[in-house]
Nanobody, 116 residues
């Protein structure tokens, strides 16, 4: 069973940057398109960014397009989310998972708080 561990969150001022990491155990990571998701208090979990298994194509929610960049290193079983120009509305717990409808068990996520 694949385990996902997210890290890199924290408290940042509006306009600041953070880089999130997500490492997956197991050998299946490189077979799948991966995505970052987030869940704000009182809201449903939502898609943020996705990347194909090879890393040659990426796609983003309109709310983060131009500010966030997703990338991956299959040799490290790791997917990253570079977040720039952060806004208070980006505050949420961020998770990674594969893009398939059938998800792996969710990790604990990493909290991102954007506040002055």
């Amino acid at each position: 069973q694949v385990q996902l561990v997210e890290s890199g969150g924290g408290l940042v001022q509006p306009g600041g940057s953070l880089r999130l990491s997500c490492t997956a155990s197991g050998r299946a990571f490189s077979d799948y398109a991966m995505g970052w998701y987030r869940q704000a208090p009182g809201k449903e979990r939502e898609f943020v960014a996705g990347i194909t298994w090879s890393g040659d194509s990426t796609y983003y929610a309109d709310s983060v397009k131009g500010r966030f960049t997703i990338s991956r290193v299959n040799a490290k079983n790791t997917v990253y989310l570079q977040m720039n120009s952060l806004k208070p509305e980006d505050t949420a717990v961020y998770y990674c998972n594969k893009r398939d409808y059938a998800k792996w068990p969710w990790g604990q996520g990493t909290q991102v708080t954007v506040s002055s």
